[in-house]
């Protein structure tokens, strides 16, 4: 009977211990003790660069972000990420890297061998090679957490997660809110494991879920959809909002004003993957 008692104690504290343990691992930001991770300030000057190239003046004598792809956009140069960031921390600028955390690129990405057809859906609209991963499978945990310590062996200052709202795509996959919630408090909790700041790519839906979990968002032209006010949590937290707007420079004045308005520090591009920028003050 002790020897009973004794195995059903053990058994307890061990399952005690590990509840503790889950507690803390995945309580939100909010109620985590900051870590010394950097994390970016809110009013930063930065840029969003789609490829590999150098970024060159006068933009690069004026901002101290650069927001720039993990995987290289270069076929013949797998290399190119890690130069561009060592040639951005050379100009003394920060590196914030765009992670893939919810799509794999069937043919451009070096670790799509690793990732089988049983963990992808459908193709991405007009990205078609862009396959959207099945975010309940904890395979593709195992790699997505692969990618985030891959960017801090890059020298990556943060990243940014994106392709992070798969359960409003049409991903040939049965994701829930739930399931896409749970995934994305994993990735922060994930990163700030690996000692790393996150920023959350619009999923502007979620945001109310998941604000706390998170350092700062960035935003695609959430103007150009009116969706800008679903990032209050971030700046009503006091957490930078990095919006950029794909429009002409002939409407900076109206786009400047609002940015001012919602609290975000906001570049306007024009549309296309090129390297125009104009920053609102």
């Given at each position: 009977m002790k020897s009973l008692f004794a195995r059903s104690t053990r058994r307890f504290l061990v399952v005690a211990s590990l509840l503790a343990l889950m507690a803390g691992v995945l309580q939100p930001l909010g109620v985590?003790?900051?870590?010394?991770?950097?994390?970016?300030?809110?009013?930063?000057?930065?840029?969003?660069?789609?490829?590999?190239?150098?970024?060159?003046?006068?933009?690069?004598?004026?901002?101290?972000?650069?927001?720039?792809?993990?995987?290289?956009?270069?076929?013949?140069?797998?290399?190119?990420p890690r130069d561009q960031i060592t040639d951005l921390h050379a100009q003394k600028i920060k590196a914030v890297c765009s992670l893939p955390a919810?799509?794999?690129?069937?043919?451009?990405?070096?670790?799509?061998?690793?990732?089988?057809?049983?963990?992808w859906g459908k193709g991405?609209?007009?990205?078609?090679?862009?396959r959207w991963l099945d975010v309940r499978n904890t395979g593709v945990r195992k790699l997505i957490e692969a990618r985030i310590v891959y960017a801090i062996s890059l020298g990556c200052d943060a990243i940014e997660v994106q392709w992070v709202d798969g359960y409003i795509q049409d991903t040939g996959l049965p994701i829930t809110y739930g399931d896409q919630l749970a995934y994305n408090r994993w990735l922060a909790t994930t990163a700030h494991q690996h000692g790393i700041a996150i920023g959350l790519r619009n999923d502007f839906d979620q945001i109310a879920d998941l604000e706390d979990w998170f350092d700062f968002a960035v935003a695609d032209n959430c103007m150009g959809t009116a969706e800008c006010a679903l990032l209050a949590p971030f700046t009503d937290s006091g957490k930078p909002v990095f919006n950029v707007e794909y429009t002409s420079t002939s409407g900076e004045i109206h786009i400047c004003n609002a940015s001012a308005y919602y609290g975000f520090n906001t570049i306007i591009k024009t549309y296309g993957i090129d390297a125009s920028w104009q920053k609102c003050n």
């Open positions: 985590r003790a900051q870590a010394s991770y950097w994390i970016p300030p809110k009013d930063i000057a930065w840029q969003l660069q789609w490829t590999n190239a150098p970024i060159t003046s006068p933009v690069l004598n004026a901002i101290k972000m650069a927001i720039i792809p993990l995987y290289t956009t270069d076929p013949n140069n797998p290399n190119a919810g799509v794999v690129n069937i043919v451009n990405d070096p670790d799509k061998s690793s990732f089988t057809q049983r963990m991405a609209s007009y990205w078609q090679d862009q």
